[in-house]
């Protein structure tokens, strides 16, 4: 969706006593180089009005959720996103992750301007678990969403949602005459096809809202089917089956709106015919854009076929953010004599969160009678309750929330006997009883009655003061019947995953000394003396690598057959020149290499008893070479000594940079780091990895990956500063082979962002020949004789590259 009121967010926040944190300055596009970008400050999610089990983005604006898809074994939460600004500007797509869709994870960015071609406005994402779009390059299932305006543009991911490439440049699959926005696609299981509904504004004779109905075989190539018009189809559609009643052979298709309004009816291939005209309205938030409840939108493939649905609620503003996540809610459909109707329940692991149950049994409430609630003080915390109306002669009956001592409370939820309504909107009794569910957050209120046939989400200020903290059941004009309740504390659900670093041990790690944060280069420690952080893992014997980025450091390194202080081995990488394994009180050895403040190094650690050897920079052969059996086993960490570093990949195992033998590799541009699927390189300009192995005859070859951006390629008699030949995979449109100053030969061909090609290179004195693929001719054959013989490397050029399986024959 499209939301104008950029300067809204400055003003409810001055209003509330807030002091922003972020500026108002126009948010920034992305640069390749830097993708994804993590640009956000620490925090830890205890701020005043910071919703603990509503997800919230860690810094910026976030409006409509995006692309949300179950996937790989994750949730993934995608949402509109200014990461620079409390207002909306500059729409990016936020990313968040989760395995129960309770404790969620920021992430870096997924899709970003500059980066990514087209307007990333809202629009919705699949699982491509058969792969019937072509797109899959490894073994994750690929990740497919849909955005762009007047027409549609598709983006996928082949690592579970880390990094995007843009599908044919981002050229639209679809193209609108008219305003439109707002894909989102679903499966049509009878029709064995894809099915999109876009929101456009129609300029034919019915002049207003409508969904453009397309379908497809394979996310790619799409066929206009239908429209589907109405007055209250304005943006942000979504379209789903959903069983009656929860028997799975009875099914119907749901449209709905931003607003939250939807019909029920039937999909027969082309079009979306609906049982009745008038919609239902399945949340009493305020559904405006800004409002409280607002562009919800369901996961694509959640297990066991579950439709749980998350919307956009623009009240939540704090000094650092704006807006939230509603709390996922399954989805069901029952029918009542005025139709099937949608409920909504919130997800069972909410009570994952749960602590300090308390239970009431049949209590009579008086007008100006005892609170049967009396002495529970909670921040945020579940109430379910049972009032037996039909026995009650009270006209209304409230709850209190977060009340304080004089009785006044922050909010109030009052059930109208006389009415029939829940505040102010009509509800359904079961056998003469009220039953509802209370979700209070710091910033957020969901009510929850009629089997989930009444939802009603909201923003609340709740003031989190220790003496504003009670609950208040109440009657007035009578006596209320509370037949039972049900108090649960809710905890937070923050801080229980990694953001940025890339690793193989898991999210359970510790910072036992220093600071630990994230940053766009993975886990950020500092520290005044030793800073240590500690995965939960432990080993005896086993590889350990990773990552480490000098910055203002002394030094900093990888901790392993750690006890839970950090007293183990460390091998760090030292300002000093060295390299050094050591434990408490003694050092154990050293290895003299030049450390470059702004370096990042790749660290190997093999253990065997009392055996211990240290690789550097990718090198066969071991630097350090020691014994000592002091530790025979503990945790996994990483090291921080007086000052700043980055650390990353922190991986176990062999897997790694699968390369040719070689003392060590040396960058002399861009950044470079080794994960588990091979080399990676970053550079906004010509950046170059190179090996201490030369040549001047011989056979050279590999795999090669543009993940995002321009050109990767093999360097080869090349100089200390990368000066040679360089066989280059161009996303562009070509290979080409070039040295300082002048191409020598292109081929033309298709080069995919994220496709992962096999280039071979032969030099035979001034002849030189590129294969690619699989073909059994070259695909550029010249000669040159301007280097005769020098090292081999890797380059990487404006982008995000991948290397791996180095092979010189």
Known sequence: MRVRRRAQAFVIALALGLTPVLSAAPASAGEVGNYPEFPYQPTTYTE????????????????????????????????????????????HWGHATSTDMVHWTQKPIALEPDVHPGTLFSGG???????????????????????????????????????????????????????SRDPKVTWDAAHKQ??????????????????????????????????????????????????????????????TTASGNYVVGDFDGTGFHADRAEPQLMDFGSNHAGGTFYAAQTFNNAPDGRIVQMAWQGGNVGTTWTGNATFPAELGLVSTP????????????????????????????????????????????????????????????AFGLHVRSD???????????????????????????????????????????????????????????????GIRLYAQGGTAKLESAVFRRLNSSWGTGQSTLETDLGDRWNAVSGSWTDVSGGKQGRGSGNGFYLSTRTAGDGTYQGDVSLGTAQAAGLTFRANDKGEGYTVNVDKEGKVKLWRPGHDIATYSTPVAADSTRHLKVTTEGSRIRVFLDNGTDPVIDATDDTYTGGRYGANVFNGTATLQNLNTGGAGFDAFTTAKWAPTAGRWTTATDGLHGSSTGDGFYLSERTGDDFTYEGDLSVTNGTATGLTFRANDKG?????????????????????????DTTITEGRTYHVKVRAEGERIRVWLGDDASPVIDITDGTYRSGRFGVNAYHGNIVAQHLRIG
């Open 407 to 469: 009785n006044g409370a922050d909010r109030t939820v009052v059930y109208d006997k006389g009415a029939g309504t829940l505040d102010g909107h009509p509800v359904g009794l079961q056998n003469g009883k009220l039953k509802l569910r209370l979700l209070v957050d710091r910033g957020q209120l969901e009510v929850f009655a009629d089997g989930g046939q009444y939802s009603l989400s909201d923003n609340v200020n709740f003031d989190s003061a220790a003496d504003s903290q």
């Open 48 to 91: 005043a009005y910071r919703g603990q089990f509503h997800f919230s983005s860690q810094q910026g604006w976030m409006n409509d959720p995006n692309g949300l898809v179950y996937a790989n074994g994750e949730y993934h939460f995608f949402y509109q996103h200014n990461p620079h600004g409390l207002a909306w500007d500059t729409m």
């Open 125 to 179: 994402g699949v699982v491509d678990k058969d792969n019937t779009s072509g797109l899959r390059t490894g073994s994750d299932d690929p990740i497919v969403v849909f955005a762009n305006t007047d027409g549609v543009s598709v983006y996928y991911s082949n690592d579970n949602g880390k990094t995007f490439q843009a599908y044919d440049k981002g050229r639209k699959r679809i193209d609108i005459p008219v305003q």
């Open 194 to 255: 894809w099915v999109m509904v876009v929101w456009s504004e129609n300029d034919g004779d019915d002049h207003g809202n409508g969904v453009e109905i397309y379908t497809s075989p394979n996310l790619l190539d799409w066929t206009h089917s239908s429209r589907y018009s109405a007055q209250w189809l304005f943006e942000c559609p979504d379209l789903f089956q959903i069983p009656v009643d929860g028997d799975p052979n009875r099914k119907k298709w749901v449209l």
């Open 723 to 747: 000066e040679g030949y360089t066989a280059t995979l161009d996303t562009k449109g070509q290979v080409k082979l070039w040295r300082p100053g002048q191409d020598l030969a292109t081929h």
């Open 338 to 397: 005025q139709g099937p109707r949608i409920t909504r329940t919130p997800v069972d692991a909410l009570s994952s969160l749960a602590s300090g149950r308390k239970e009431y049994k049949k209590q009579n409430v008086t007008e100006g009678g005892a609170n049967p609630f009396k002495g529970v003080m909670a921040d945020t915390y579940e109430l379910s309750a049972t009032v037996d109306v039909a026995k009650s002669t009270a006209k209304r009956i």
